[in-house]
């Protein structure tokens, strides 16, 4: 209970501080309704021109498709709002997939989906470790990450895929419940969860600390090490558990799966409005950012777009994501 | 704060500028839905004649020259024989290629030609296909799945084999030592190219093989190893390399030994500096691909299919085995 006295007792010393983050919290700016009046006008405008996009079967589809980024954003969110990012996500997807795989032909269902999440939290506390108490920057300490950890992910595979996983494995990945895809479910559970933790708890508080000034957070007794920590660990366990989806739907544990994910994750959350210099976001936001690349990329397929043109849709949606962003600063400031 | 103001519109205009632009995009690049409903209305039970099928095409890869030369193929005989084609990239990605697939089959294509990336990986996909009724055809690469792969168009390696062991036995009149760059170790392509190759020599036992190793495909393990093989075989007569790099750098150390044109140095695939290697004399024979006629076989598979002929399963593809002699008289179009 000591710990908890000793919370309230920073929680006292940062009231101001924790009462702009409350008041930053509840201002709805308005480029907060930028992303919802884009999603709108990008589904209505794919509405009118295509007949199959507004069918639930599609839209269904579109939720079986972006389960996987939306769980890997997620935990990127806690990361960019503590003042962090992380590349390493993509190849924890890789490796989580590919080490339960090898585990669960052996071992069962449950050993390998243990050892799977267990890579990913390992990997994220190596991040968080290096980036807060040796001060390495996140940009070439999660770079480094994502070449060990693919590395290591071609290591014990061997580089070739891992097959033969049990069937009941793959319902996980591609099965329904009333029609509605599992994985789809999974992606509620985590975001109602992550939205609870970063409203209702004073981790979720610190982290918003952390990422808008951290020597201010320091100096108000917050001990930022643990929350940078925290906030990478709990961005390999996500990063982790999607590699397990991913196997899951493609019903083997391929080591280059995951391969460039980590900058859509990025991508998307930025869409959903926070800023890359930290203390910004919303998990909601970052839900609508994933279902705009995710519509996007259904509704310019359905489209018969090319896939060239498609890439440089994609990736002036990033830029513009960027530009809003830079506005929204310097409208805050 | 008057700046501010004008940093909001200038974000406003860059959105409506990227709506637009993606609008513009998709609806000019897309007449195939309307199209498509209106041909089916008046064709309606007049048989497939008249209707204008669109086909969802899948490769594995947007970037290797294999796949580039496939899809043109495809794309050229499907104007040939009026059928759309609506193509999803996936880039060796074998999650994008689910999806694209995925979304193929929400946009109600006639069937899919796919090229799987994992097989395994695949699987779902072929499956939720099978499920809305739409066929799917296998190129390049086949889950060996009847149940939910219509046919696979492919190649028999085995015969490739076979036909360059053929063709090495006749040139060594039936007698020589040879020596063999096997490729990959495990890969199901350099297994099944050993296999039919062994096969045919098997039948002359006059000729014997002197040295086997396996490596990396590349021309600095063709050198390497080449180069162990004199060593070991002064006497050599042939080489057989699993792909054009290895025999092009085997080539190299045939060269440089001084034995050109002494040594017959198989290869296979028909890249273009093997081809030019061929042409020039240095490299003996090698077996190109085709992948261009590969992808015109592909769609026709898919067409007859739709129009409701049984193909064969596997549709075989025919490769080409070509010596200088042949390329000499060859017409360049069989080559493709």
Known sequence: MNGLAGLDQTQNSMTS?????KTQLKKRDWGQLLVPVMLLLLAAGLTFFNEYFFTLGNLLNVLQQISILAIISAGMTFVIIGGGFDLSVGSVVALSGSLSAIVMVRYGVGAGIAAGLLAGILVGFINGSLISRMNISPFITTLGMLVITKGVALGVTGGASVLNLPKHFAWLGSGHIIGIPVSGFIVVVVFLIGIVVLRNTTFGIKTYAVGGNKEAARLLGVKVNRIITATY?????????????????????????????????IAAVILGGASLHGGQGFLSQTLLGVLFIGILENGLNLMNVPYYWQQVVIGSVFILAACIGMVRKQDTR | MFSAQRKKILGLALLMMFLFTTLMIGCSSSPTPGEKTSENKTSGDTKSKTKTFTVGVVLASSTNPLYVSMNKGIQDKAKELGVNIRSVIADEDQTRQNNGIQDLITAKVDALLVSPITLEGAIPAYESAKEAGIPVISIARTLKRQDIETTYVGMDIVQDGRNIGEWLAKKLNGKGKVAMLKGVAGASFTMDLEKGFKEAIAKYPEIKIVGEVNSAITKEQGLKNTENFLTANPQL??????????????LQAVETAGRLNKILITGYNGTPPGLAAVKGGKMTVTTVLRPYGWGQLGIQTVFDVLNGKTAPNPVAHETKLVDQEILKNINPDELK
Do not use: Q
Request: some cysteine; charged content about 15%; glycine content about 12%.
């Open chain 1, 17 to 21: 501080e924790s009462n702009t983050i």
């Open chain 1, 233 to 265: 660990v709990i961005c390999g366990f996500t990063a982790a558990l999607a590699g397990v989806l991913l196997a899951a739907r493609l019903r083997s544990g391929d080591p280059t799966a995951g391969v460039g994910m980590e900058l859509f994750s």
């Open chain 2, 237 to 250: 007569d042939a080489i057989y390399a699993a792909n054009d790099e290895l025999a092009l750098g085997s």
